[in-house]
């Protein structure tokens, strides 16, 4: 009767427990995130955003169940992370999961919303067929809304979701003006940093005259590759409008190349003794790294051309960044016959490096013969860790804290006949100018998480060491826990005799 009576009470202390840990849970959202760049804990930019929100937010996610795996981690994810907006926001983020395929209805739903109908491969009996999907969701306020069309995979979730309630909650969204007016490429040939700015700003091109400021209205300016000269009425509008507490972005060219004799050419348009006079020196110089593409080259040798591959040292790959909102989770960015940024200032500005260049590295003057088939020796690069982008942030001859980024190639963003520009190019710019003009830090969550690391860029040794961790881990623990099974009876068989005997 006893024993009944334990039994009893050790499934209803079991199912208290259960219902109480259920209960926590849907109120309080935990997860344990070990990844090194803590890609599954959510910002401090996105917390206060839930936390702060004045009017109820609802997320309606179409997600197509029974997927393959790998679509169905995605909608596990999503759901995931909708649970911990909900419980950060306290009841003011709510959502609903639609599966579209249900039915009829719901899917005209999900399209008439904006969510894109996907084709992705099923396994069905032995074989693959592809099966229309959805994976999107709708993010609404009041009788706003926005929507994700596609959610492709887990890397930048947080950063579409976040970036879509902030656009429904803020009231004025800050004013970024492209200048124009001094050689600087149009604004068609800056349409990937646009549209990525656009989630956050308003952009507008912007054209100084002599007679009066027109600044006031920006909340941060981007100057892009200029190639004609400032007249000294336009940089003092700029000093006006640093010390006044405004951002300023500054992509500039010191260096031009003339492809048909070969000759580097320096470019001088009055930008760079302004920087100087800010304590920015740009160098009258470009820099060679070994870290570059390879090119070919086509050489005649008699009847016949032959196509030699050379690597390309005057278009560096930077790799190396600083742990900054502006270059956090970048991988690598392309830069074309850059030029060093140094500081030259005194304390009351704080210069950070951003992006610098590898341990092999150095630099050519810019009126120079840029040799593709050189004979190139490890003297030519006795350089390392040259900066090609800098943050400054004080106190710029005025009262009011500013912020500038500078960039030592002016090319790097701009697009146009060149195809796609390298994402990582747009990143730096894009986050450059978001953090001149807005301080919530969602612009960390454009690279989080995308940080990848092959195996084959491991060292040999740990390579070996993880491979074989991962096949022996599992055995270990099963003989121990043999072991360990096994001397515990031996205890209990022990202990029986011993009660026998006496």
């Known amino acids: 009767m006893k024993s009944r009576t334990s039994v009893i009470l050790f499934l209803v202390l079991t199912i208290g427990v259960v219902v109480l840990i259920n ?12 990844t090194q760049d803590n890609r599954y804990t959510l910002s401090k930019a996105t917390k206060e955003l839930l936390r702060n929100l004045e009017e109820p937010v609802t997320v309606t996610a179409y997600f197509t169940r029974k997927l393959d795996p790998s679509f169905d981690n995605i909608r596990k994810e ?22 579209p395929l249900k039915d009829e209805k719901t899917e005209q739903e999900a399209q008439q919303a904006g969510v894109m109908e996907l084709q992705v491969q099923v396994r069905e009996d032995d074989q693959f ?21 596609a959610i492709g995979q887990t890397q930048g979730m947080e950063y579409s979701l976040s970036t879509a309630i902030k656009k429904l ?13 001094h050689g600087e490429p149009p604004l068609q040939n800056l349409q990937q940093a646009i549209y990525a700015l656009q989630v956050l700003n308003e952009v507008e091109p912007v054209t100084l005259t002599d007679s009066t400021d027109e600044l006031s209205k920006y909340k941060a300016i981007a100057i892009i590759a200029p190639t004609d000269s400032f007249p000294q009425s336009h940089l003092d509008q700029l000093s006006r409008y640093l010390a006044g507490g405004h951002g300023i972005f500054v992509a500039i060219n010191r260096v031009g190349a003339d492809q048909s004799s070969q000759w580097g050419i320096p470019v001088t348009t009055g930008l760079e003794t302004w920087l100087s006079q800010k304590g920015v020196d740009i160098g009258n110089t470009y820099i060679v790294d070994v870290q570059c593409p390879v090119v070919t080259l086509q050489q005649q040798q008699g009847q016949y051309v032959s196509i030699k591959p050379v690597q390309f040292y005057y278009f560096p790959f930077i790799s190396k960044f600083a742990d900054h909102p502006v270059s956090s989770g970048l991988e690598q960015i392309i830069l074309q016959f850059a030029s060093p940024v140094t500081y030259t200032g005194d304390s009351s500005i704080a210069f950070t490096p951003l992006a610098m260049t590898s341990e092999q590295s150095g630099t050519k003057a810019s009126y120079s013969l840029y040799e593709v088939d050189k004979e190139w020796t490890e003297n030519d690069f006795p350089m390392s860790d040259i900066t090609v982008a800098a943050a400054l942030e004080g106190k710029f001859n005025g009262n009011a804290n500013a912020r500038m980024v500078v960039v030592g190639d002016g090319d790097f963003p701009v697009g146009g006949g060149q195809g796609q ?3 990582d190019n747009i990143n730096l710019a894009v986050n450059s100018i978001d953090w001149l003009s807005d301080n919530t830090g969602l612009i960390e969550l454009r690279t989080k998480g995308a940080t990848m690391r092959p195996l084959d860029e491991m060292e040999e040794g740990k390579r070996k060491f993880l491979k074989y961790l991962n096949f022996s881990l599992p055995l270990l623990l099963v003989i121990f826990y043999g072991i360990f099974r096994m001397q ?4 209990r068989r022990t202990k029986r005799m011993e009660v026998g005997h006496v």
């Open 129 to 149: 067929k592809a099966q229309k999907a959805y994976l999107g969701a709708i993010i609404k306020m009041g009788e706003q809304s926005e929507v994700i069309p």
């Open 78 to 99: 999503f759901e995931d992370l909708l649970t911990e907006y909900h419980s950060i926001s306290k009841g003011m983020m709510v959502y609903e999961i639609k599966d």
């Open 169 to 181: 909650s803020v009231k004025e969204k800050p004013v970024i003006g492209i200048m124009q007016g």
């Open 421 to 423: 520009v390298n994402p």
């Open 488 to 491: 515990r009876n031996q205890v």
């Open 23 to 34: 209960i926590l849970a849907n109120r309080f959202f935990v997860r344990l995130d070990l």
